[in-house]
């Protein structure tokens, strides 16, 4: 069974903002590029950024805005795994 859950405007925008940050940590922008691939699409987050975004979440060394788009990745994620 596929998800249907789609990258928001919110989520977007940070995405994007954060890929045009000089700043931004690489696994920002790993997120970002993800999040911004799902947009408007059918995909669904693939199990390796999947990991990734999991990791993100549980750990207290990364921004609101990191773990807002882990949420939205891994919300995105196949409802099987």
């Known amino acids: 069974m596929s998800n249907k859950k789609r990258s928001g405007p919110n989520t977007t925008g940070l995405a994007s903002k954060l890929l045009s940050d000089p700043k931004a940590s690489k696994i920002q922008k790993t997120l970002s590029g993800s999040v911004l691939a799902q947009a408007n699409t059918d995909k669904i987050t693939g199990a390796e950024i ?11 060394k990364y ?4 773990k807002s788009l882990a949420g939205s990745l891994v919300s995105q994620s196949d409802i099987k795994r």
Not at 51 to 58: H, I, Q, T
Request: charged content about 40%; cysteine-free.
């Open 50 to 60: 999947e990991d990734l975004a999991s990791k993100v979440l549980k750990s207290p």
């Open 63 to 66: 921004n609101d805005d990191t």
